[in-house]
């Protein structure tokens, strides 16, 4: 069995688990190490099975504990090497990542790390790079794809057979045109290397979605520009008529913003 936890999803923070017995996946580390250990007692998470920590990208809000949580745990961390030159020469993050725990990947070259299966991806973004993950374990997909500037045809390509997806539906147009933001932070997020809006979300969705896509979490909401309600009517009633229709057993969730949301066990044997 694999279970999914997020424990925070959004500018506050991000980082989920996924859990197969005793080889457990990070994926981003954007949440305090002493938050992080309170989570870990509440759900009876062993942080000693925690192997292996990806990270998507350099915002602090992805990578505010990778250092902490590296040299705590003697957790390899695995990201690009400009993701990895960006958190070295950021002053903010007082604790580095130590040399033997550093992992280069690139774009499109698959790895294994025990019995995960991963091919990470390019995804537009204003951060010095920016990676999906497409993870498969046991003959099953899961994939998680955040901070999206635009859709990409490679982005597309690898959403292709996912059954277990984490996907960003950052903000609604309406809320962000006439919310407090100032104009140039707009412009920034409608971007092509800003975020996703729940409209173009659904078309995501509905432009990869196959019979075999069980499980959608939508990450990383705006707290100015977005609630999880409205993400959910959004992007439900854009796929109203063929997603939903063609596969009922679909189901799409919206992850919250700061705090855990429990285990979701999304892959029975």
Request: hydrophobic share 35%; proline share 4%.
């Amino acid at each position: 069995m694999l279970k999914f936890i997020s424990f925070g999803s959004g500018s506050s923070g991000n980082c989920y688990l996924l859990c197969a017995d005793d080889n457990i996946l990070m994926i981003d580390a954007g949440i305090d190490l002493r938050k992080l250990r309170t989570y870990f007692d509440n759900y009876g998470i062993n942080a000693t099975h925690i192997h292996n920590l990806l990270l998507t990208h350099d915002h602090i809000d992805h990578v505010k504990a990778a250092g902490a949580i590296s040299q705590t745990w003697h957790i390899d961390v695995h990201a690009t090497s400009k993701v990895h030159n960006a958190i070295d020469n950021n002053r903010r993050l007082s604790a580095k990542i130590n040399t033997p725990h550093v992992h280069h990947i690139r774009h499109n070259i698959p790895f294994d790390l025990g019995a995960f299966h991963i091919t990470p991806f390019d995804v537009p973004h204003d951060s010095h790079t920016n990676t999906g993950y497409r993870i498969e374990y046991e003959g099953s997909v899961f994939c998680l794809v955040t901070d999206i500037g635009h859709i990409t045809p490679t982005i597309i390509e690898h959403l292709q057979g996912v059954e277990h997806l984490v996907v960003e539906a950052n903000y609604d147009p309406q809320m962000l045109l006439h919310g407090r933001y100032p104009y140039f932070l707009k412009q920034r997020i409608t971007g092509p290397t800003g975020h996703l809006s729940n409209n173009e979300t659904a078309r995501l969705i509905g432009e990869c979605c196959s019979a075999k896509l069980r499980n959608v979490w939508l990450c990383h909401l705006s707290e100015e520009n977005n609630t999880p309600e409205t993400a959910l009517t959004t992007v439900k009633d854009m796929l109203q008529n063929n997603a939903f229709q063609k596969y009922p057993n679909m189901t799409i969730r919206a992850l919250y913003r700061q705090k855990p949301t429990g285990f979701f066990e999304i892959f029975n044997f």
